[in-house]
C-alpha cells in the first residue's frame, strides 16, 4: 500500500494543497478576527459576563476532538475527516452568524470548533502525505506563512466588518472560502486504494477522551476566572477529570483500536516531542496574550502600533522553519530544535532587561528574534515525527503533537493570567483589578499602575522562560537521531 497521496501529478497536487491553505486560513482566521468584534457582538446580543467562551468553547472543542480525528482519518483515510470538518466549521458559521443571543452564539462556536479540530489535524497530516521527507518543509512553510498572514489581517478585516458593516459577517466570509477548500478536496483529492477490511472504531474511547478532556480543559479555563482556584466548582471540575483520566486508561487498553494508542506515549522520540510541544504552547501565551497589554500601558502606544510589536515574530517564524532544512539535514531533527529553544529561552530571558519604559524597538527586535528561533523549533519536529511513523500511524501522532500543544497553550493562559494578577495586586497593594484596568491607555495610566504592569509582564516572561528551557531538558530525553522509516517518505 502507498503511503501517500498522488504525487505523480503537480496540477492535482497544487489544488490539493491550495484547498490545505484555504482550510488552514478557516482555523487560523477565526480567533482573530472574532477578537475585535467583541465590543459590537456584546452591545447587539449581551451577555458581557460570559463572553469569553466565545474563545474558551471554540477552542475546548478543537482541542479535545484532534485526537479522535486523528485515528480516524488513520482508519477511514484523509480526504472524509477533511470533507466532514469543513461541513461541520461552515454549519457553524452559518449559525453563528444566525445567533440570537449569546448563550446561542458560544453553542455555535462549539459547533465551528468541531470541525476546526478536524481542519488544523487533517490538514497537517496531509501535507506530509502529500510530499517525501526532503519536500515537507516547502509545504510546512506555506502553512506556517498562513498563520502569519491570518495573525496579521484577522483583526483588521474584523474590525473593518464591525465597524462599516455588520459583526455576524464575520463568520459568513468563512462560506464562500471554505466552500472553494472543499470543491478543491472533492475534486482533486485522490487517495490510494487501499485493503477493504472492517474498520473498528473505538467510540467509547472517543466519548470518554472529549470528556475527560472537556472537563479538564473547563477547569483550567475558568479556574481563577469564573471563579477560586480552590473553590467548590474547580474542586469539583479537577476531582471529575482525574476520574474521567482513569476512566480513559481503562477503556483505551481494553479498546482494539484505541483512540489514543499506548505506542503514542511508549516511543521516546514521539513522547519527548509532545512534552516539548506542549511547553511551546505554554511559551506561548507570554507575548501573544501579555505583550500587546504590556505595549499599551507601558510603552504608551496605539492598539494598532501595539499589534504591530506582536505581529512581527509571525514574519520571521515561517521564514526561518523554510530555511530550517538546512540546518537539520545537517545536524539532525534534534539538534536543530535544541538550537532554536535554547536561543528562545535567551530572547525570552532578555525581555525582563529591557530598559524602562524603553521604545516599542526593542520589543519588536525581541519578538522577531523569538520567531525566527521558534521558527527552528517547532519544524523540525513535526517534519520529524511524521517521518518515523507510517502512514496508518501519521494522523494519529500528528494529532496528539497539536493536542499537546493546545493544552500547553490552555494550561498557560490560566497559569500566567494567575501570575500577572499576583503581581498586580502586589504592586498596587491590593487594589481592586478590574478599577485598575480601567485606567490603562497609551494616554492615561498612572505611572504606579504602569510599573506593576511591567512587573507583571516581566513575570510571565520569566515563566515563560522557564517552559523554554524544559523544553530544552525534555528534548535532550529524545534520540539524537530520529528513526526515521525511509529519506524519501515512500
Known sequence: MPETGDRSTPGRRGAVVAALMLSMALAAL?????????????G????????????????????????????LSDTFGR?????????????GSVLCACAWNMGALIAFRVVQGLG???????????????YPLEQRPRIQAKLSTVWAVSAVAGPAVGGLFAAYADWRWIFLVNVPVGAVALWLIVRHLHEPARELVK?????????????????????LVQGGVAWDWLSAPSLALLGTGLVLVAVVVVVERRAAEPIIPGWVWRRRTIASVNLALGALGLLMVAPTVFLPTYAQSVLGLGPVAAGFV???????WPVSAALSQHVYRRIGFRDTALLGIGLATLFLLAFPFLPYPGSAWQPALLMLALGAALGLFQLPLIVGVQSTVTWGERGTATASILFCRQTGQTLGASLFGAVANGVLAARLGGADLDSVTRTWGPDGTPAPVRHAV?????????????????????????????????????
Not at 477565526?30 to 456584546?42: C, E, G, Y
Not at 474498520?199 to 477547569?219: N, S, Y
Not at 506582536?310 to 520571521?316: A, R
Not at 512587573?455 to 526515521?484: D, K, N, Q, S
Open 310 to 316: 506582536l505581529s512581527v515574530w509571525t514574519l520571521s
Open 79 to 91: 480526504k472524509p475527516v477533511l470533507v466532514v470538518g469543513a461541513a461541520l466549521f461552515l454549519l
Open 454 to 490: 511591567a512587573e507583571a509582564v516581566h513575570a510571565v516572561y520569566f515563566g515563560a522562560a522557564t517552559a523554554a528551557a524544559l523544553a530544552f531538558a525534555v528534548l535532550l530525553l529524545a534520540p539524537r537521531r530520529f528513526p526515521v522509516l525511509d529519506p524519501s517518505g515512500e
Open 30 to 42: 477565526d480567533s482573530t478576527i472574532v477578537s475585535t468584534a467583541v465590543p459590537q457582538i456584546v
Open 199 to 219: 474498520p473498528r472504531v473505538d467510540w467509547a474511547g472517543a466519548v470518554a477522551v472529549f470528556a475527560c478532556g472537556g472537563v479538564l480543559l473547563t477547569a
Open 116 to 130: 476546526g479540530g478536524a481542519l488544523q489535524g487533517t490538514v497537517q497530516t496531509l501535507a506530509a502525505d502529500l
Open 44 to 71: 447587539d446580543l449581551g451577555g458581557f459576563s460570559v463572553f469569553s467562551w466565545l474563545f474558551s468553547g471554540y477552542l475546548l472543542a478543537v482541542t479535545v476532538t484532534l485526537p479522535v480525528y486523528g485515528k
